[in-house]
């Protein structure tokens, strides 16, 4: 029986790292393994010339039946129509960001309570962006990112077609897609991301809904179950785009 073989990987802050296994047992076939720079601002270039030598340690992939790719959330980088990145990526470590962060807070407590919000408008603006989204802006969240370029680079802000984070722009471009002449389709609508790393951009809307208990196969109550409902067309892709600023 022929052996299947199935690869892994891991675009990480430091390094990428790509894992070949044999489908059926588990057991490592090769690995491989190449440095990122240090900041926490890079260019994605680097990412794709870590993930191509070390795939290239790891013997190469054309014998891998299936990929999966993994990595740092949070992150952001942003692409023109042509799929050309726009400006180095923002990575979670980057905390340009904390101004425009507050200030999504802020603006979310604007408008006076309502029922038993807190009156610190603060508080109030925190709580409204849990319920809205899942989680209170800080400076490693994407969309704290994309306000700073709008506040601080307008230029580069017209230009966005869409945005992406950083292991979903390798997978991107893994799947055989990039930067294409003027007047090309760049292919920007097979970006995708999984719903764990959109809750981290907090751009997913995600909430809590209550449903009937229910006994699991251990015999105990189940009482709540976590949705999240994304704004994308395709249920299952939240590649988030965006129209000039």
Known sequence: ??????????????????????????????????????????????????????????????????????????????????????????????????????????????APAQGDEPEDPIARGKQRWVKAVGSSPVASYTLTKVAWVAENEPENAKKIAAICLPHDWLSWRIAGYGPVAEGEDAHLDALFTDRSDASGTILLRCRIERIPPRPDRH????????????????????AHRAGPA
């Open 1 to 110: 029986m022929a052996q299947t073989l199935v690869a892994g990987v891991d675009t990480s802050t430091q390094s990428c790292k790509v894992r070949v296994t044999d489908a059926e047992t588990g057991e490592l076939v090769r690995f491989g393994q190449a440095k990122h720079p240090n900041g926490t601002s890079i260019d994605p270039k680097y990412w794709w010339e870590a993930f191509q030598e070390a795939a290239q340690q790891a013997g190469g992939l054309d014998d891998v039946a299936a990929l999966a790719v993994g990595g740092q959330q949070h992150g952001m980088v942003i692409l023109d129509k042509q799929g050309n990145v726009i400006r180095d990526a923002m990575l979670w470590n980057d905390v340009s960001s904390a101004p425009q962060a507050a200030a999504l807070i802020e603006k979310m407590g604007e």
């Open 219 to 238: 015999g105990a109550r189940s009482r709540r179950r976590r949705r999240c409902r994304q704004g994308a067309r395709r249920r299952d892709r939240a």
